[in-house]
């Protein structure tokens, strides 16, 4: 931790407040992420967790507060253009490119989001050595509609690491799996984790949240309850309420 | 002063007519999302039918709408079922197939009406048409007057049942949340399919009222998917009493451009309207969606 | 893939030979009248897929920037008796701005709000034509042509040989984009627009991009259409025909290749112009209706897919 907090945040939110109508989804929420952190994001259904998400990644727009990465404020950016700079994201609902194979779907992020100018034969050799690592490299040529649940949320993941992130939201992609696809996907992700990504990870299970979080924030009602190490956080008496739903 | 009161009261009873017509769509492209661009099609298309029953038997065009009703319902069903079972159910790019698919279904009934009743405007006779009634110097053609008074117990009735009965609520359900309706043990493709019949169903009169208020063309359903996809943008998808109010806004608006500008500007005002919503607040006046 | 390019532009260039050689030796009038419908519809097809193929973005508007095309022509002939190439050009132009001005306009609208829009555009521009004296007004405006520049003997060949070019423009372009990163850019806001975002698709910019190349196309495919028929009117120059049909050529040939609205414009158009003299024009619009909703209902990858698939099952059946 104080290791941690010597370094400037990679992400720095500020004050977010996001509200749709009279309905307020995130309110006034702050909080740093260092560089190469493992951050767990919990909190029960509807308490804004995917909303702050997007708010990240830019797919909703947020008035008052600030989204800072890397020392710069990102909050009037589009998407892409966040893509570029270094966030990436999965979605809790598998969203692939529906008309492409698995290889063509990695390409589009390697077309778009690379940082520097590659030949079409490096990108390809990039994007393989990405499928390896995710162990799709079988079904490269395959189509998107054809794959598994657990396959559809590796190329998810092996899709935003084609953008080359240095910050990575998973968002919720264990979610339908059977435990040993879990540890499967989590293994996956502690693997990218030690290559300097850091990665911010929605989870409904609790198990997989605590064996991979440094830190753990939890949120309700669009509010942060709690924040600290797994298991400051499993012992609040708050989360724990907002869990049991008194 | 007196030429614009006229026009707004024109407008307002236009406005009543245009709610008539554009309600049907406001529940099968407001609630369901079924993108229906041939919806002013089969408006025309049961105008004609309207139109064939009174020249035929003599029958007037309300009693004729009536009469074709149940028949639209049933027609209802099948096109939703055949929606449903080439585009919804494939889910992968239905989106352009699916507006492809309607665009092309108006377009064949345009043209089978053209080969049926030919391309000339047609018209039918009833007692109420033709004459006027006099209020001081304003006239205000009876024909108006049944269509407002048609036009409102339609929107009347079809809130009334959207609201009061289990089924108008299993439907207003469906648009929300498919799930809880799943939940209460109500099949979402049933429901879907039920509301589709009524929202084809109700053109029965709605066709009556478009041929009481004026002769029809084979082509008119073109200017009708301005007013009718207007009326319901801008009422907010799927809201009922919006409907009314914004095609009341819509009537008012045409008539007085035409009083003001002549009839050469008038097809315009619809899409423009519309062009407008869409730009600046596409969920509407009243919308349903944030 | 280099091989495929030299042998599309030996295609291109054979054509184009072909076509000219045509205007040299044929005497009759008729295969150029006809030719020159074809020829168009391509252009229109292959412009309309750019947008509503690649980017799944369904425009109803064809016949809004095919009538701006034939009224920018109207006017650059009746103002300053500007030759056609100028005419085309400008139209050409004009087309670019009006897309560029239609993806801004649309920008956020998805799926039936933006096709809805595409209509009203249409009719909103073509109340504006009707109602302009200058060109004519509702009643329309007969146009004299120029006389006809060598090595042409004869106005309609001429146009026919400038329509071919057109094709060969429009074809080139829609290929060009489907190889590149446009492609696939388009591709994948096509298939899912917020995760394409999220992947680093400048979404925006490519729809934008998409609206301006294909109205540019489109305009100046209607352009020649005033000196061809020597007459234009809004009721003909707008006519949403051109809007249907352009869709259901490009859907019924199938836009997964750029080939396909080749095929389905060929096919249609041909079919049409002899529908067209032997029996009516309207049981020729009752066909393109008709092929449209079978071709959306039974198969809905155009006839590319179904080729495709044939290829397919064969192909497995070696294995």
């Known amino acids: 931790m104080t290791n941690a907090e010597a370094r400037v945040p990679l992400l720095r939110i500020v004050s977010l407040t996001k509200r749709f109508g009279g309905f307020t989804a995130l309110d006034n929420v702050s909080v740093d992420i260092p560089p190469g952190e493992r951050f767990g994001l919990i909190g029960p259904n509807g308490s804004g967790k995917t909303t702050l998400i997007n708010c990240i990644s830019g797919a909703f727009r947020t008035e008052p507060g600030t989204v800072l990465f890397r020392d710069e404020d990102i909050t009037p950016l589009q998407p892409h253009v966040r893509t570029r700079r270094g966030i990436a994201r999965s979605f809790q609902i598998p969203r692939p490119f529906r008309s492409m194979t698995v290889a063509e779907n990695l390409m589009v992020a390697l077309d778009f989001a690379a940082h520097e100018h590659v030949s079409v034969a490096q990108r390809r050799d990039t994007m393989m050595s990405i499928l390896t690592q995710m162990g799709l490299a079988s079904k490269a040529n395959a189509s998107a509609t054809k794959l598994s649940q657990v396959e559809l949320r590796k190329m998810e993941l092996a899709r935003a690491m084609a953008t080359h992130p240095k910050l990575l939201i998973s968002d919720e992609a264990m979610a339908g799996l059977s435990s040993s696809e879990v540890d499967e996907v989590l293994d996956l992700l502690m693997s990218l984790a030690s290559q300097d990504i850091t990665i911010i990870m929605i989870e409904h299970i609790m198990q997989a949240v605590m064996r991979f979080s440094d830190r753990v924030m939890c949120l309700d009602a669009g509010k942060i309850i709690a924040i600290g190490t797994p298991s400051e956080v499993m012992a609040n008496q708050r989360v724990q309420e907002a869990y049991l739903g008194t | ?290 | 893939m280099k091989r495929k390019g030299i042998l599309f532009w030996i295609g291109a260039a054979v054509f184009l030979a072909a076509t000219f050689l045509m205007t040299q030796v044929v005497g009759n009038q008729y295969p150029f009248f006809a030719g020159y419908v074809i020829l168009q519809f391509i252009v229109l097809a292959v412009a309309w897929s750019i947008l509503g193929g690649y980017a799944g973005y369904v425009n109803f508007g064809t016949s809004a920037f095919f009538g701006v095309g034939v009224y920018t022509a109207v006017f650059l002939a009746k103002a300053f008796g500007a030759p056609l190439l100028v005419q085309i050009a400008t139209a050409a132009a004009i087309g670019a701005l009006m897309g560029f001005a239609l993806g801004l306009l649309t920008l956020r609208m998805q799926g039936i709000f933006f096709s809805i829009a595409t209509i009203a555009l249409t009719i909103i521009i073509e109340t504006v034509i009707t109602n302009w004296r200058f060109v004519g007004g509702a009643a329309g405006i007969q146009i004299e042509r120029p006389p006809t520049t060598p090595p042409f003997d004869n106005y309609v060949q001429m146009l026919f040989f400038v329509q071919a070019l057109l094709v060969v423009l429009a074809v080139a372009i829609s290929r060009y984009i489907q190889n590149s990163w446009i492609g696939r850019g388009l591709q994948a806001l096509r298939d899912d627009e917020l995760a394409a975002e999220c992947t680093g698709v400048p979404t925006l910019r490519l729809k934008l991009m998409a609206c301006v190349i294909s109205g540019a196309l489109m305009c100046a495919a209607g352009a020649p259409a005033a000196m061809y028929l020597q007459f234009a009117n809004p009721a003909s120059a707008f006519d949403l025909n051109y809007s249907v049909s352009a869709l259901a050529m490009s859907l019924i040939g199938g836009t997964a290749h750029w080939s396909g609205p080749i095929i389905g414009a060929i096919l249609l158009s041909a079919t049409q112009q002899l529908l067209t003299v032997t029996i009516s024009s309207e049981v020729n619009v009752l066909l393109l209706g008709v092929m449209l909703v079978l071709f959306v209902v039974g198969a809905p990858e155009g006839i590319i897919g179904l080729v495709r698939k044939i290829f397919h099952s064969r192909n497995e059946g070696k294995e």
């Open chain 2, 1 to 290: 002063m007196d030429l614009l009161l006229d026009a707004v009261v024109i407008g307002v009873l236009l406005g009543c007519f245009y709610a008539a017509v554009s309600i049907g769509l406001s529940v099968s492209f407001g609630l369901l999302d079924v993108p229906h661009v041939a919806h002013p099609a089969f408006l025309v298309l049961a105008a004609y039918l309207v139109f064939f029953i009174n020249e035929h038997y003599g029958i007037d065009p309300l009693v004729a709408g009536l009469i074709i009703t149940p028949l639209f319902f049933v027609f209802g069903l099948a096109a939703y079922r055949l929606y449903y079972e080439t585009f919804e159910r494939r889910g992968s790019d239905a989106g352009v197939r699916g507006i492809a698919f309607f665009f092309g279904v108006a377009f064949i009934i345009e043209v089978l009406i053209i080969l049926q009743f030919g391309v000339d405007q047609r018209s039918v006779t009833a007692a109420y048409i033709g004459k006027s009634w006099r209020i001081g110097d304003m006239r205000i053609p009876y024909r108006m007057l049944v269509a407002f008074g048609v036009a409102m117990a339609l929107t009347l009735l079809l809130t009334l049942y959207l609201s009061k009965t289990y089924m108008g609520r299993a439907i207003r359900a469906v648009a929300q949340d498919q799930e809880a309706l799943r939940l209460m043990g109500a099949n979402p493709i049933r429901v879907k399919q039920w509301a589709f019949g009524i929202a084809t169903a109700v053109l029965g009169l709605a066709g009556a009222l478009l041929i009481i208020v004026a002769p029809i063309d084979p082509t008119l359903d073109r200017a009708y998917i301005g007013r009718t996809f207007c009326v319901v943008v801008m009422a907010g998808l799927g809201s009922m009493s919006g409907t009314l109010v914004a095609a009341v806004i819509l009537g008012v608006a045409e008539s007085i451009v035409l009083t003001m500008f002549g009839a050469s500007w008038a097809p315009a005002i619809a899409f423009a309207m519309l062009l407008g919503v869409l730009a600046v607040r596409p969920q509407g006046l009243f919308g349903r969606r944030s």
